[in-house]
Nanobody, 128 residues
Framework: QLQLVESGGGLVQSGGSLRLSCAAS?????????VGWFRQAPGKEREAVVCISGSGSSSNYADSVKGRFTISRDHAKNTVYLQMNNLKPEDTAVYYCAAPYGSWYPDPWWSHSAYDYWGQGTQVTVSS
């Protein structure tokens, strides 16, 4: 079973940057899987941030992060990255990466029910 592992979270000041990574467990490939990033702040529902297709040729972003966050993938490293720039205190949350069971693009991409595999999450805290 595909397992996802996030890393790269931490504490950063407002306006700073972080890069999150989502790696697949040994023996599994992310190549044919779309990958999404979600986040969940305390007391709030999990919300979609961005999704990238298996090929990396297409992506969707939440309005709240457009122009600040960039998703990319490195097939050689079997890893998907989320570059987060100009971070704001409201970006503080636990960030999760997720993937669907098959090679399809999640529909709708912003629904957590469209994803089958989830990582354990990484904490991002942005101080003001």
């Amino acid at each position: 079973q595909l397992q996802l592992v996030e890393s790269g979270g931490g504490l950063v000041q407002s306006g700073g940057s972080l890069r999150l990574s989502c790696a697949a467990s040994t023996g599994f490939t992310l190549d044919n899987h779309a990958v999404g990033w979600f986040r969940q702040a305390p007391g709030k529902e999990r919300e979609a941030v961005v999704c990238i297709s298996g090929s990396g040729s297409s992506s969707n972003y939440a309005d709240s992060v457009k122009g600040r966050f960039t998703i990319s993938r490195d097939h050689a490293k079997n890893t998907v990255y989320l570059q987060m720039n100009n971070l704001k205190p409201e970006d503080t949350a636990v960030y999760y990466c997720a993937a669907p069971y098959g090679s399809w693009y999640p529909d709708p991409w912003w629904s957590h029910s469209a994803y089958d595999y989830w990582g354990q999450g990484t904490q991002v805290t942005v101080s003001s």
